[in-house]
């Protein structure tokens, strides 16, 4: 960060794919800022403490939740993503989860997402067959949405329930954010993966559209 900050030209850049929370500081955030950080991603993967045991995953939900504020004061758009359908899990746990994305959404976070457990082949949980199928899993069913999972629909329909969640909090946000996501939509230039992917869809209903209609 400081030798970006050195640099002539001012850059930005962001970090997708998550960072530890328990790694990060409310001043290394500042530093990243001032060297030009837009957006930064979480991974508790989990509001359920059994769960995030069962996964190896430490997370002082406290400490993420004031970062997740310190980001949204500096202006760095900020993600949490989560991963459900972990052997084990149940109702009560995903409850759980839930529970802690709208917390996560009240402290600021302008981005969830939400994947569905697929097991890497030679992962633990692929080795024991952790997870009931009545399909094996195909190569191409290693993906965020695998469909071969028998409570696949179930763990479908929860993720979409939150996803509807997170699009009511950016309308109640206040008109700023509303703007923001509008704007971005129109212009395609995203702030947000969660902006983008909007985008795509909308993008393709309207491809849809317009051959049907031819």
Aim: aromatic letters at 8%.
């Amino acid at each position: 960060c400081q030798a970006l900050r050195r640099r002539s030209r001012p850059v930005s850049f962001a970090l997708p794919s998550a960072v530890r929370a328990g790694d990060t500081t409310t001043a290394m955030v500042d530093d990243m800022a001032a060297a030009g950080l837009r957006y930064i991603a979480f991974a508790p993967e989990s509001g359920s403490p059994a769960v995030r045991r069962r996964m190896g995953k430490s997370v002082d939900e406290k400490h993420l939740l004031g970062l997740v504020r310190h980001c949204h004061q500096r202006a760095i758009a900020c993600q949490a993503c989560f991963v459900v359908g972990f052997p084990g899990e149940d109702d009560s746990d995903r409850a759980a989860t839930a529970a802690l994305a709208r917390r996560l959404l009240q402290a600021g976070v302008d981005d969830l997402s939400f994947f569905i457990m697929a097991p890497v082949p030679g992962s633990r949980c692929a080795a024991e067959n952790e997870l009931e199928s009545s399909t094996p899993p195909p190569p191409e069913g290693l993906n965020w949405s695998p469909r071969w999972r028998d409570d696949f629909p179930g763990l479908a329909r929860w993720r979409q329930w939150r996803y509807l969640e997170w699009g009511l909090s950016m309308g109640l946000g206040g008109p700023r954010r509303l703007v923001d996501f509008l704007a971005s939509l129109s212009s395609g230039r995203y702030r947000t993966k969660g902006a983008m992917a909007c985008g795509w869809l909308l993008r393709r209903a309207l491809r849809s559209s317009t051959q049907g209609r031819q």
